[in-house]
């Protein structure tokens, strides 16, 4: 038995016996001194519910049965309305009185000992009754500890839910483009995360990242990089050295050899061009004329590994009417009852059947489908989408 565990739990002696104080006191001096047990004792029913409220780490109670003013029977019946499970009776009866003490068992007692006392049977009783005390004490501290963590998540999944631009159309002034994004993260905060913003009144810059790990590891970790990549972005400078610079400083800051895998481009409005740098990333699909491909990799690996790496950027130009669709791997792996993987085929195919769709239309019809794939299979990982459609100028 863990004795300090038990030291702020106290036992309480409910008996008419005036004589009982100070044999229990000597039975159990060495107890006592040792800070083992702490005693406090009442003389019938009334007076034990009044120390109860005066002492709340009472957690054992001692009682007799046969007491004046209250009797330990509708005794028990009180200690029942309070719905404490971290406070247990013991009955203390004479030997053979089994109807009391079955009475008394049916009224919630959690044990009993018979009269005279056997004091060695007696505190096998009480250490048993400490250890089931302990116990659901210990498991209401960690069911209370659960809560406030879940509370804590829920707080975490609202901050970095409002970080995420949410508000579609988020530019209702500009002609030359529209776009639309979601993010479902698998747990109460996930690690994916997109990002767009108007670099200057001719240049969009956008992004979307999937963090290594889930949980609030990998929502910090999400939150660091959105933050370094809008803000080194917002700045005009290449995509390449963008993803250079922010690279560096993820490497100084990653803990538990986190990483993240990004893509990030800047559309210019007045020319269609597309200039963009993929680290490690799902290769975005390119919607153009009818025809669905992939947007050509550009060699680079992910962001917060290896410090000092050299991305490079490619650029290509969009038509007017062109998409680019961009995704994270929860997408395309996520899994049905065979354990079969969405893929990318069958992505391809949805976007291909619905090329006359907004980009919000499309974005909710390849959620919608990837969730009617995988219907009753819980989201293994964070699913996230953006899509965008270039109109260009008049």
Do not use: W
Request: proline fraction near 4%.
């Amino acid at each position: 038995m863990n004795e300090n565990s038990l030291n702020n739990v106290k036992i309480m002696v409910v008996d008419d016996e005036v004589d009982l104080e100070s044999l229990v006191r000597q039975k159990f001096r060495r107890q006592i001194r040792e800070g083992m047990y702490d005693f406090i004792f009442a003389y019938n029913g009334l007076e034990a519910l009044a120390k109860l409220i005066e002492n709340p780490n009472i957690g054992v109670i001692l009682s007799d049965i046969n007491m004046p003013e209250m009797d330990g029977l509708t005794l028990l019946s009180k200690l029942k309305e309070l719905k404490n499970p971290g406070l247990k009776t013991v009955i203390v009866s004479a030997y053979g009185d089994m109807e009391n003490i079955r009475t008394a068992m049916n009224r919630g007692a959690f044990d009993f000992v018979t009269k005279p006392i056997n004091f060695d049977d007696l505190e096998i009783t009480i250490n048993k009754t400490l250890e089931e005390i302990t116990q659901i004490r210990k498991s209401a501290e960690e069911h209370d500890q659960l809560i406030s963590i879940q509370q804590d998540l829920t707080t975490a999944r609202e901050i970095q839910q409002a970080i995420l631009p949410k508000n579609f159309p988020p530019f209702p002034s500009r002609i030359e483009f529209d776009l639309y994004a979601s993010m479902v993260a698998a747990k109460e905060v996930g690690g994916d995360f997109y990002d767009f913003f108007m670099i200057d009144k001719d240049r969009l810059g956008f992004v979307i990242g999937d963090v290594s790990g889930k949980g609030v590891p990998a929502a910090i970790f999400m939150a660091v990089s959105r933050t370094l990549i809008r803000a080194t972005g917002l700045k005009g400078i290449p995509t390449d050295e963008c993803m250079n610079y922010v690279n560096n400083l993820l490497c100084n800051e990653s803990v538990s050899c986190m990483f993240v895998t990004v893509f990030y481009g800047i559309l210019n409005m007045t020319n269609g061009e597309l200039e963009y740098v993929n680290a490690g990333h799902n290769p975005p699909f390119v919607l153009s004329s009818g025809n669905i491909k992939f947007l050509e990799m550009t060699g680079g690996t992910i962001l917060g590994c290896i410090e000092g790496l050299k991305y490079q950027s490619k650029k290509c130009t969009f038509q007017p009417g062109d998409r680019l669709f961009l995704y994270t791997d929860g997408v395309t792996e996520a899994f049905n009852k065979e354990g079969k993987a969405y893929g990318e085929y069958r992505l391809k195919d949805i976007l291909r059947n619905n090329l006359d769709k907004s980009t919000e239309e499309m974005v909710k019809l390849v959620s919608q489908d990837v969730n009617e794939f995988s219907t009753g299979v819980p989201q293994s990982d964070d699913i996230t989408m953006l899509a965008i459609h270039y109109h260009g100028i008049d």
